[in-house]
Each structure stands twice: as structure tokens, then as C-alpha cells.
């Protein structure tokens, strides 16, 4: 399987910080259709998850461009800028290259 | 709009059964693979089971293939999954995803196996 590795997980910032989040994967996760399937998301208080990247560096439809996706084969990096309250939660990395798919632990951000 | 309402959670002994189904809506539901995904109380995200848009594939995790059996009735707009021999380590919320991206998610059932 699979291990999705990532950290920290827990951080602060303050309003209008920034902040990044890293993602390792065990093994590659570029799909032999050259794809590599690695997605974020966000899980609020209470809330279901909820994706805002994929594929990598992609946005989501309706997701700021204040949240940005890099990185490849088995190194990831989420960055947020300019912190909102509303950013708070749970954020999640994920791969749907192999199965079975697999999830990071999560990293908590708290607003200072 | 898309969405995703899922139902048929509660409370089950150890050893019984449960179906959960998920209504879905908004999309062209027999274009799309669709997953089930679950969350241990204070815990992580854990991807349990998935099918295809025309329901000849399906994958599942090790822990709970044998047991559980997902489905899909695309003239309903419907997924299940059917779930025999409960554990308690499969207490969780589940929630159906659209599979691939996991673009959208609907708001959980819980499941609590207990005696």
C-alpha cells in the first residue's frame, strides 16, 4: 500500500500568513497514463471533506487561488496565502494512483 | 447542484448486517465511478470501496473485502453498500464520494457497531 506521509500535523499562523503543508508518498504516484493522482482536501469543523486541488497543482471549481498545489512523483506541497478564519480545519492529502487508495494523516491549522 | 445524500446508518451489533445507500443527484450519475470512504470517530479519512460507472468493476480495501459489497442501481441514481459480519473497528461516519477526484462528498452517515 500506498503511505501517504504528512506534516506537520498541526500547525498556527496568524490571519494573512501563509502556510505549506507537505504530502510524501512511499512509491511514485505517477499512473502509467502519465496522470499522477494526488488531490487536497479541506475537512471544516463538523463538515465533510471537501477537494481543493487534484491532479497535482489543479483548483478546484470555485477554489481560491490563494491555495496552491506543487510537486511530483512522491513530494507534495499545498501552500495557503493570506490566511482566512475560514480556512481553519483538518486539510487532508490523497492518492488515487494504486489501489487501495490512500489518505495522509491530516494536518490541523489553527488561526492564531 | 450536485448531491450526495447518504441514509441506512445507525446502531448494529457486532456479526449483523447493514445497507447504506446514497442518493445522488445534480450529474449524469451512470457516467461516473463512485466510492465509499470512512472516518473513525476522531480519526483519519479511509477509503473503503469502489465501482465503476457501469458497476463491472469494483475494488475494495483489504479489511473488508468478503464482508462488504458495493453496488450501484444507475436507473436510481443510487450507490450501497452492503455490509455483513460488522466489526466494532467499523464503527465510522461513511460518506460516498464521486470517485476519481473525490469532487464531491455528501455529509456522512454514521455507523456504530455495538453490543
Known amino acids: 500500500d500506498v503511505v501517504m506521509t504528512q506534516t506537520p500535523v498541526s500547525m498556527s499562523v496568524s490571519l494573512g500568513g501563509q502556510v505549506s503543508i507537505s504530502c510524501r508518498s512511499s512509491?511514485?504516484?505517477?499512473?502509467?497514463?502519465?496522470?499522477?493522482?494526488l488531490s487536497w482536501y479541506i475537512q471544516k469543523p463538523s463538515q465533510s471533506p471537501q477537494l481543493l486541488i487534484y491532479?497535482?497543482?489543479n483548483r478546484f471549481s470555485g477554489i481560491s487561488d490563494r491555495f496552491s498545489g506543487s510537486g511530483s512523483g512522491t513530494d507534495f506541497t499545498l501552500k495557503i496565502s493570506r490566511v482566512e478564519p475560514d480556512d481553519l480545519g483538518v486539510y487532508y492529502c490523497?492518492?488515487?494512483?494504486?489501489?487501495?487508495?490512500?489518505f495522509g494523516s491530516g494536518t490541523k491549522l489553527e488561526i492564531k | 447542484e450536485v448531491q450526495l445524500v447518504e441514509s441506512g446508518g445507525g446502531l448494529v451489533q457486532p456479526g449483523r448486517s447493514m445497507k447504506l445507500s446514497c442518493a445522488a443527484s445534480?450529474?449524469?450519475?451512470?457516467?461516473?465511478?463512485m466510492a465509499w470512504v470512512r472516518q473513525a470517530p476522531t480519526k483519519g479519512l479511509e477509503w473503503v470501496a469502489t465501482?465503476?460507472?457501469?458497476?463491472?468493476?469494483?475494488y475494495y480495501r483489504d479489511s473488508v473485502k468478503g464482508r462488504f459489497t458495493i453496488s450501484r442501481d444507475n436507473a436510481k441514481s443510487t450507490l450501497y453498500l452492503q455490509m455483513n459480519s460488522l466489526r466494532s473497528e467499523d464503527t465510522a461516519t461513511y460518506y460516498c464520494?464521486?470517485?476519481?477526484?473525490?469532487?464531491?462528498w455528501g455529509q456522512g452517515v454514521m455507523v456504530t457497531v455495538s453490543s
Open positions: 464520494t464521486r470517485a476519481g477526484t473525490g469532487d464531491y
Open positions: 445534480g450529474f449524469t450519475f451512470s457516467n461516473y465511478g
Open positions: 465501482i465503476s460507472y457501469d458497476g463491472s468493476s469494483t
Open positions: 512509491q511514485s504516484l505517477v499512473h502509467n497514463n502519465g496522470n499522477t493522482y
Open positions: 491532479k497535482v497543482s
Open positions: 490523497g492518492q488515487g494512483t494504486q489501489y487501495p487508495l490512500t
